[in-house]
Nanobody, 114 residues
């Protein structure tokens, strides 16, 4: 059983930055593809970004150029650096691990005021 624990959410103003963190409780962290998703009330969970075990990154068009995903395998942690935040980025952000089984974190709230 893998546990994912997110942190770093909060309330900010449009144009501000936040950095989210997700720590995974697995000894083989470096081999897994990790991702961030987000969800707002009444909507389906939306993919934001992915980083593979080889470090390949992909981003949703809505965040490309503003968000950066990174990983520190020594710390079993991924990060999401979010710059130039917009009100439409307001959501609960979830960490995701794609392994033999898929795992989700509990989510962290990001609220961006205009």
């Amino acid at each position: 059983q893998v546990q994912l624990v997110e942190s770093g959410g909060g309330l900010v103003q449009a144009g501000d930055s936040l950095r989210l963190s997700c720590v995974a409780s697995t000894v083989t962290f470096g081999s897994y593809t990790m991702a961030w998703f987000r969800q707002t009330p009444g909507k389906e969970r939306e993919w934001v970004t992915t980083v593979t075990g080889d470090g390949e990154r992909n981003y949703a068009d809505s965040v490309k150029g503003r968000f950066t995903i990174s990983r520190d395998n020594a710390q079993n942690t991924i990060y999401l650096q979010m710059n130039s935040l917009k009100p439409e980025d307001t959501a609960v952000y979830y960490c995701f691990l794609a392994g033999d089984l898929d795992y989700w974190g509990q989510g962290t709230q990001v609220s961006v005021s205009s």
